[in-house]
């Protein structure tokens, strides 16, 4: 063809990058890889191995050896090893390292670049001018977190060895979220990379031995989802990080359960992408290609639902059928393609397997008219209009260059189809008008909320999910906690088992008249309410003489807690300053009262009149706290390099389900209760099952305290059945457990399956008199999700 027919047709020429070099080192490497562990390779004889695979093409690339237990157990000894030098070494010194490894990735980006296209099958334009460079950006920003470490996380220590696995969509990209902020902490890491990806992170342990890291201090050993498990069931593993699918984070889930094990979860995603009618409709139609198109759609944050308002569903639907006949997709080495090839050819068939769905449910299917290469796995971009919220196609993750399509008459509406999902990753929103996006942002149930763009990534703000699209954080402060435990935690020893006072006949002087006086209850929604039982159990005092009666508890009564905590959501809306106010308010009811339970607490527990007025006190002290912190733990306002600015926002978690230690019974529930609702959560306490007392008499203070109905409700009775109850429900967001280290197994097994937050204490005892391991920012950490609203600027 001639220039003069180009310039007529305007047809883009071909534009190939060369895979020369990247396959020069394939046959450097005799196309033939180990694992690389304790800075060495390792090829272990008669091992059984796979092919990786050009998905543009479907040509052989290289054959990766499939770990076994016993690398996966040579890799956690050389972690474990290299763990207590890489600590010992201090942040200036990992931050060196972590700056040589940005340095070496930019150094080697093209190379990087092009052996990650020619395995994952993505356009050579993403991965070298998004993956890549995010990977260093990631190595640079973490090494900042390892210099600053020793004074920005001085009661933080490391966790030893992680255990990291991640998916095939952003091979390189996902290891480097993983290892930067695991290195830069102190920790060592054993890496999985996905069974169709794994070159460039052997390419990338070239590039550790090139920085001098210590050995063993980053260790990958390559495998299917089975040597993933072993790696998630090794016992000396302190901590697993997984990206992938919510079906596998579920299991494992269950199969950390009880270890101890420290667990982030980055899920799937079915992402809304909201057109309101007064947006930029051209800027807006650009947005979708790079939610839904980029990386042929198999992105967990893809804006995969269109939400756009019916007024201007019909023009902006013709907009964007125009714009999809202009997507090239082809070789991913052509830099001139929109679209590369879909991983594999079984994740081909499952896209089409489920677009076919769609079609058979309703949707009307709409698909670009362009030529696909004929090797090779390609879908074209498709469009699936006429969709119902709740057909399959928009309710379960595609993972392809699929988008559907349903329209919206209000604000409020696009709220309700954006939140109705099981997920919660991210949500783009699209509009002029500031006061309106800035207005939908925070009621959108979603991780990250991007404002007139969308796919915007940086290592200093945040990523990761609601409900079942995972828990944890990615980057930023958050996902430096993630690798961080709090270094008390290292002295803890298991509690000592508390059992209830045995009984003995006869009924104690000082209760006498509170037995006369009141019947049991539970307080639900504001009000005292008879168990549904109908039965009360006896609390005994440390003498064995009946002390009183409290409601005995059950799933029912739980049901009707989260109901009522439920409809009580204005309290999350409520300014700061009045809840500051509240918690203020009910520490001053409890002075006002401090005497009397101080004796409730001295003929519980039998503890000294010093200890229990002590217990008092500093329940009230801890009140103040949580007032002092309900308007000054902020979030952040990042920089991230845009035009623009990331808000991260502390928002509550929702309904929160507490069970109480038995040892200090009200400070306990005061030090659990109070950061819960001072960051605007609604919570379901279940206060000590031994010494319940206290709670009972709280909930008159409460209801003296302008707190409004439902905030908190108090269930008494047996822990882990009504805890466990409250694991298992729909409505619950998170669950914190201080129990023994049974139930704390149970109720992370049971939270597995709506991937609910849970926060337990393994049977350990913290004290919470002291003002280090009883209150702080832990507490505040637990009780908050961090939003990241993106908002860039600029006409
Ligand atoms: P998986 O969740 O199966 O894989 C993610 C990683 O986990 C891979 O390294 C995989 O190994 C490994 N793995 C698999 N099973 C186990 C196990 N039992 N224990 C420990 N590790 C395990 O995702 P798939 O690749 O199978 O993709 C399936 C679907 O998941 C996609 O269609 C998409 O919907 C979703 N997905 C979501 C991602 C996200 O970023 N949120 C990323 C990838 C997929 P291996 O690949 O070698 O088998």
Redesign the pocket.
Known sequence: MKVADLMDSMEYGPAPESTEQAHAWLDDHNRRFGHFINGTWKKPKGAKTFKTKNPATGNVLGTITQGEQADVDGAVKAARTAQVGWAKLGGHGRARYLYALARLVQKHARHLAVLETLDNGKPIRESRDIDVPLVARHFYHHAGWAQLMDREFQDQVPLGVIGQ?????FPLLMLAWKIAPALAAGNTVVL?????TSLTALRFAELCDEAGLPPGVVNIVT???RT??MI?NHKDVNKIA????TA?GS??RKQTAGSGKKLSL???GKSPFIVFPDADLDSAIEGVVDAIWFNQGQV?CAGSRLLVQEGIAKTFVEKLKLRMQSLRTGDPMDKCMDMGAIIDPT?LK?IDKLVKIGVREGAVLWQADCALPEKGSFYPPTLLENVTPSSTVAQQ?I?GPVLTVTTFRTPVEAVELANNTRYGLAASVWSENINLALDVAPALKAGVVWINTTNQLDAAAGFGGYRESGFGREGGREGMYEYLKPAFEKDLRPAVKTVANKAKSGVSKTTTKLLLDRTPKLYIGGKQSRPDSGYSRPAYGADGMLLGEVGEGNRKDIRNAVEAAFKASAWAKADTHNRAQILYYIAENLSARAREFAETLRAMTGGSAAAAGLEVETAISRLFTYGAWADKYDGAVHSPPLRGVTLAMNEPMGIIGIACPDTKPLLGLVSLMAPAIAMGNRVVVIPSEHHPLSATDFYQVLDTSDLPGGVVNIVTGGRDELSFALAGHDQVDGVWYFGSAEGSAEIERLSARTIKRTWVNNGLERDFLDGVQGEGQEFLRHATEVKNIWIPYGE
């Open positions: 696995i991640v998916p095939w969509n999985k990379p996905a069974e169709f495998g299917d989802g993933g498990e998630v997984f990206t992938g699918s596998v299991l494992i980055e899920l799937g967990c994740q499952q993750e993972f």
